[in-house]
């Protein structure tokens, strides 16, 4: 592989500018083709235990608005994740509040006085403080490491052609991008890696959830949380903690009026959207509990899915990349049939 | 350069795992202060000939609902951006509507009946028809050369030692994301090029404005238009015109409610947003004719800020990344003082 060098890349990017119709066969499947031919063996079952149900307070002409995040599973952001789920058990969110929409950034719900030391909602004892160490992760965690060691980089050369290679081949699993030595799937999730793969973190795609802080060495404990509604904000990856994504009701979220305030802050509390509960699934009546799964992302199905993403051959395209940001290949969910 | 091969990124990478403490210096500008710090020499008058005003019917309360889009300059898409023009002065867009909005995707509007060959309305005279390959221009503009020129990557190797490089460095110029072998900012514009810079085309990044289409070889018209409202769907890139960029008034297409049918289609005319009218500026009242001001790309002030956004060393960030997608430095627009 390190003597491959750049040839892949000069072939990919002549490829490139060929006219489409010589190189492409038409009407290849779609990414959700895909997504819809996936054996039923292809789809994991989400716990319930890392389901975090929102409920906000009805919307125009009293439509419910429900909005489903699913939690990191271990060995990520543990702390900020046990503390979610104490805050839920103890239906602490209830009565906190949607209190900023920044328009292409984030959309972020918690104590709208929580800045007040005399007003702020007291949190419940007992939850843990997290260090700044713990945004990424230490590739100890068995299923971690094999994610990491089958796309192992041993050096710079290599890196250099995994960054080359094209989309699908064995080498581009290795390659990163601006804000990674190495990007990966891993059990359901986009993750960042260091070049050795003995670091891991969570990124900031578009629906992930992260904890609001203030300034270092604060870490948040988790009572204050947003969600990206815009490009994908990577320079907070490793720079705050990532406990989530939205995987239902998104649209609740991203589509709320901007605040108006500096950094979108709703400057009346009349244009804050209250929270009327945050429960774990596994705490809800069974008829209430919603169930999802995620496209395994060590299956061929993904693999597939994901190269379509890297380079769409289905009928509207006539120039395939051959390649996709991390971010632009969300790890398809669905209800569990 | 060439010799100086991957050292910048071990370094870089090295650097990133350093505690942040030891290698920042605390408070530095954000990016936003630069911008606020930039001299009145620094910006640069849009031409009210390049803006367009879309007048949307009123929102919740009667607010009123404006969105201001500024078109490309030479020579980047002329036919289509010819046609809108034409479009906007035969008042063309008055009565359609917004017809679509797909979450982390798209905002579309155009004529609701624009499919339906009986009802649809009918198009003025003249409008040119464009063929695939003006997705992409030709680099014989002198001015938009130069911008290559001054970028130019001779090799393959080269191109490589780009990609190594750290943020801010003459080399880090050079190179190129997953989606473009070169990506570069001209004109106030993000572009993508080949390698030898002899072609260059716009980025669809977050409030890019592009033509939709019919399958290829249909190019569209101008008459039916898409803003971005989610992370940068680049893999469009080349695949569709990209005309423009929403500059102010955003929220009134990224915060509309999500379309429930394919492709986020309003399923009900009840759901569409009226559009009242598309002038543009030049053709207005004085009065009612917004000036908008861009940060010039190739200045300094634009420099600093591109690698503030880059490495983020104001006070909340504790590692600055060292580089950033070309979509996450939006190009600085302000109302003109």
């Not at 700044?132 to 192992?152: I, P």
């Not at 793969?197 to 060495?217: D, F, I, K, Q, T």
């Not at 969600?227 to 989530?244: E, Q």
Request: charge should be positive; aromatic fraction near 6%; charged fraction near 20%.
């Amino acid at each position: 592989m390190r003597t491959a060098g750049l040839f892949p890349m000069l072939l990919a990017v002549a490829a490139m500018s060929v006219p489409a119709a010589a190189q492409i066969k038409p009407a290849a499947l779609a990414p959700g083709d895909i997504i819809a031919a996936a054996p039923a063996a292809a789809w994991v079952d989400i716990p319930h235990d890392d389901l975090l149900v929102m409920t906000l307070a009805p919307g125009a002409g009293g439509k419910p608005r429900r909005v489903v995040i699913q939690l990191m599973p271990a060995p990520f952001s543990r702390g900020w994740v046990g503390n979610i789920k104490a805050l839920a058990k103890a239906h602490w969110f209830d009565g906190t509040a949607v209190v900023r929409v920044q328009d292409n950034y984030v959309t972020q719900w918690g104590d709208p006085n929580g800045e007040d030391k005399v007003k702020a909602k007291k949190l419940p004892a007992g939850l843990a403080q997290m260090t700044e160490d713990q945004y990424e992760v230490v590739a100890d965690d068995k299923q971690l490491a094999a994610s990491l060691g089958r796309q192992a980089v041993e050096d710079a050369a290599d890196r250099a052609a995994a960054a080359a290679a094209p989309a699908g081949s064995e080498e581009a699993r290795l390659r990163g991008d601006i804000y990674a030595p190495r990007v990966l799937f891993h059990a359901g999730w986009p993750l960042g890696a260091d070049a050795k793969g003995e670091h891991a973190w969570p990124l900031h795609c578009y629906g992930a959830v992260g904890v609001g802080r203030n300034l270092s060495p604060d870490t948040g404990t988790g009572a204050e949380l947003y969600t990206v509604i815009g490009h994908a904000p990577r320079h907070l990856d490793r720079n705050i903690a990532v406990v989530g994504r939205v995987i239902d009701g998104m649209e609740h979220l991203s589509s709320l009026p901007r605040g108006t305030g500096a950094l979108g802050v709703y400057e009346r509390a009349a244009e804050r959207v209250p929270i009327l509960s945050v429960r774990l699934a596994s705490d809800l009546p069974a008829p209430r509990r919603p169930a999802f799964q995620y496209l395994d992302t060590a299956g061929g199905s993904f693999s597939r899915y994901a190269e379509a993403r890297a380079s769409r051959r289905d009928a509207f395209f006539i120039r395939p990349v051959g390649g996709a940001d991390i971010c632009n290949i969300p790890v398809p969910i669905r209800r569990r049939p």
